[in-house]
């Protein structure tokens, strides 16, 4: 069965679960952590397909996208080396929770779209899938509604 096509509510639903996930608890800190951990874990599995720096990239083309509905996400640029989080980490930490989930699903859903149209559904939802499992189901390559 071919991926059927996805809103960005869908995806935005399932950066929400993967926050969720991510997070040890729903402080502001827990889920500042949260968005590194999930922002660490995307770069390390798209990492092996698109390199390092084209996944940073990717990165900072989909925060930009971001910021029109969220700009207090601030000018965190993941194409600096050495990598680093503290930016980004303290412009979720000063949000109300609320507030950072749904910036962090909005994130996720630009990412993987931009993501999608770069290597195509199948393997990114595969990769999604070898990421977290218990969201992204591997018979369809389509994440849970």
Do not use: Y
């Not at 969720?20 to 770069?43: H, K, N, P």
């Not at 507030?99 to 962090?104: D, G, L, T």
């Amino acid at each position: 069965m071919p991926p059927r096509s996805h809103s960005a509510a869908s995806l935005e639903g399932a950066g929400a679960r993967v926050l969720a996930r991510e997070s040890q608890g729903a402080s502001r800190d827990a889920l500042a952590l949260g968005v590194r951990r999930a922002c660490e874990r995307l770069l390390a599995h798209f990492g092996g397909l698109v390199g390092e720096v084209g996944i940073r990239m990717l990165l900072q083309r989909s925060l930009a996208l971001s910021r029109a509905a969220h700009p207090w996400i601030g000018e965190w640029d993941p194409t600096r080396a050495p990598l680093d989080w503290a930016p980004m980490v303290a412009s979720f930490e000063g949000q109300e929770p609320d507030v950072s989930q749904a910036a962090f699903a909005n994130l996720f859903a630009n990412l993987v779209g931009v993501l999608r149209r770069l290597i195509g559904d199948g393997l990114v939802f595969r990769v999604l899938h070898d990421t977290w499992p218990e969201e992204f189901d591997p018979e369809v390559l389509t994440e849970k509604t």
